[in-house]
């Protein structure tokens, strides 16, 4: 099977294209480090060629209101192109709880994407992930200063990157869901807690306060960002994870 990966020299999807490879199939990355730009086109119709699945990790550089004419137009630019290019399954990566926070300009983006997908010509996939165990150190900086880091209560279930990936890797090489899978870490914190866990691992003697209005997850309500009953769990934990990082 040729999967193509958009996207696929980044955090995860270079380990989607490894995970691929190891698993027999023929995986391409396609980034604009590869000639394949998503907001104009170039570089689509043959980095699809041949391909049977087309995999998007590929991500906003901004988190901002921009982020809705990213995800507009490089998802219609890339349905466009699997069509010409007869590709049989699209898949792409989401969030977890992602239409439930339409505070979030980034969540409101996202949610787009995954509509113009289900609108779009090919069978489809959608993957939501919760929040990565990698970027819990740039959630801490938001809200920190040399004194203390402040973080909200928020309910969160995060999940470490390869098993993001393997979850996507799974789910390209399978028959088209038509619908959404969700796939969360084994484990709920909240997230003033994970951040002194965090901070407590990294020798880092900084206070958590924990302030309901601090950073871009004060925005989330109750616990949308936590898996679900229907949530596929994912292996790593945290601390084991913090562990290997170290």
Request: overall charge negative; charged content about 20%.
């Amino acid at each position: 099977m040729k999967v193509t990966v958009i996207g696929g020299t980044g955090l995860i999807g270079s380990q989607v294209v490894r995970m691929l490879t190891d698993g027999g199939h023929e995986a391409v990355p396609a980034a604009l480090s590869t000639g394949v730009d998503l907001l104009t086109g170039k570089g689509l119709d043959e980095a699809l060629q041949g391909a049977d699945v087309v995999v998007n990790v590929a991500n906003s550089p901004t988190f901002d209101e921009a982020s809705l004419d990213f995800f507009r137009t490089s998802m219609g630019n890339l349905l466009a192109a699997g069509e010409r290019a007869g590709v049989g399954h699209q898949v792409i990566l989401s969030i977890v709880g992602v239409d439930q926070v339409p505070a979030l300009d980034y969540y409101r983006a996202k949610t787009l994407q995954e509509e113009l997908l289900k609108q779009g010509p090919t069978p489809y996939s959608i993957v939501r992930a919760t929040q990565f165990y990698e970027f819990m150190n740039a959630v801490l900086s938001w809200t920190s200063d040399a004194e203390a880091v402040r973080l909200p209560a928020t309910p969160v279930q995060p999940m470490a990157a390869a098993d993001v990936a393997a979850a996507v890797a799974a789910v390209a090489t399978g028959s088209p869901l038509g619908g959404i899978r969700n796939v969360a870490g084994p484990d709920v914190f909240r997230l003033d807690e994970l951040g002194k866990v965090t901070l407590a691992a990294q020798g880092d003697d900084r206070p958590v306060v924990t302030d309901d209005q601090a950073g871009m997850f004060a925005a989330v309500d109750g616990d949308v960002l936590i898996g679900g009953p229907d949530v596929h769990l994912a292996p790593t934990r945290y601390q084991d994870w913090l562990k290997q990082a170290r």
